[in-house]
């Protein structure tokens, strides 16, 4: 389902601005439809009112907690879809949460699970709000990254409807709304295009080698767009908006972790309103990849600091768990096949 679907049926229910407001208020922030000062019997116009246990239901339905998974930095929440597909969502610390913005993926990263099993089906705008409606059923939520399973450049349409919506009716403020892409021009012009008064977003953006082969190999169906280039437009729009990007780099034992490496990234990012995330990775059982030694990653990040980029030596979320992304899914998958 999409907002856009479910704003036009509200309408046609007869509800005002003013009552589509409340509903989806309501919704996203994780309560139920009729909370509020105001009683809905004095409020909304009765065909509203009948047709809201259904649709409290229905919404319900969009993402339901699975289950949980405590780790010493995030848990980790699977969630069941309407249609019995899961998505991966995390309780992060400081009340962020982040969320998955497609079934399977498409870019397939090699060192990544979910990106191992394609692309399942794209997230409607209101499966991604239900993802922070069912987190904020649990506990605060004030900041959402579209940082889980899926490319939100692939899923472009519904991850700025849904953007539009947490920016709004979902009381999250613009900055603490973070899309993660491996880089895509569609959704840099995307961004640029968005009217005066629209939510904007600040930006991470997966860079994870400077070097155009190398990064190819580790995400071998991300869009086209060199390092230099992909580096150049967030920091544009990190100057448009004001608030600092991101930049991702999943640091991988023998493969990105290199003095070649800390020499480029200190001459891409030189003068850049850009923060580097180093993210030590979560070694996935099936694939090869491992983490590097944590001495020689604090080493790279104290030599990137020297260079003058302000560098994050980061953990992985949730990786005590064995929960990397889409790891979850798939062991659920592997015994409850969908
Ligand atoms: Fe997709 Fe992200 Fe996994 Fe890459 S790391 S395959 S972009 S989900």
């Excluded at 600092?244 to 972790?257: A, E, K, S």
Aim: hydrophobic share 40%.
């Amino acid at each position: 389902m999409h907002l856009t679907d479910l704003r036009h049926r509200l309408r046609e229910l007869g509800a005002a601005p003013l009552h589509e407001r409340r509903v989806l208020r309501n919704w996203a922030m994780g309560r139920p439809p009729s909370a509020g000062k105001r009683s809905i019997e004095d409020f909304f116009p009765q065909r509203l009112r009948d047709a809201l246990p259904a649709l409290e239901t229905e919404l319900a339905g969009l993402a339901r907690l699975r289950s949980e998974h405590p780790g010493e930095d995030g848990t980790r929440l699977l969630l069941d879809l309407a249609d019995g597909q899961m998505v991966e969502a995390v309780l992060l610390p400081r009340d962020g949460l982040c969320i998955s913005s497609q079934v399977g993926c498409a870019v397939g990263c090699v060192f990544c699970m979910t990106g191992t099993g394609g692309l399942q089906r794209q997230l409607g705008s209101a499966e991604l709000v239900a993802q922070v409606a069912a987190a904020r059923t649990r506990r605060a939520v004030t900041k959402v990254v579209f940082m889980g399973m899926g490319e939100p450049a692939h899923n472009l349409e519904a991850v700025l409807e849904a953007v539009q919506a947490l920016g709004t009716v979902g009381g999250i403020g613009h900055k603490n709304l973070v899309i993660s892409t491996v880089g895509d021009e569609r959704l840099f012009d995307a961004l640029e295009a968005l009217p005066a008064g629209a939510v904007k977003p600040a930006l991470a953006v997966s860079l994870h080698s400077t070097d155009a082969a190398t990064r190819e190999r580790l995400l071998p169906k991300a869009p086209p767009i060199s390092p230099q280039r992909l580096i150049e437009r967030a920091d544009a729009w990190a100057r448009a908006t004001g608030y600092p990007g991101l930049v991702q780099w999943t640091l991988i034992d023998g493969v990105n972790d290199g003095d070649d490496e800390v020499e480029a990234l200190a001459t891409l990012l030189a003068g850049r309103r850009l923060m580097l995330n180093l993210i030590p990775y979560n070694h996935v059982e099936s694939l090869p990849w491992q983490r590097p030694d944590m001495e020689r990653a604090a080493e790279m990040a104290r030599r990137l600091h020297r260079r003058g980029v302000l560098t994050k030596l980061r953990r992985s979320a949730a990786q005590d768990v064995d929960g990397g992304c889409g790891q979850l899914r798939a062991r659920v998958q592997r015994t409850q096949p969908v």
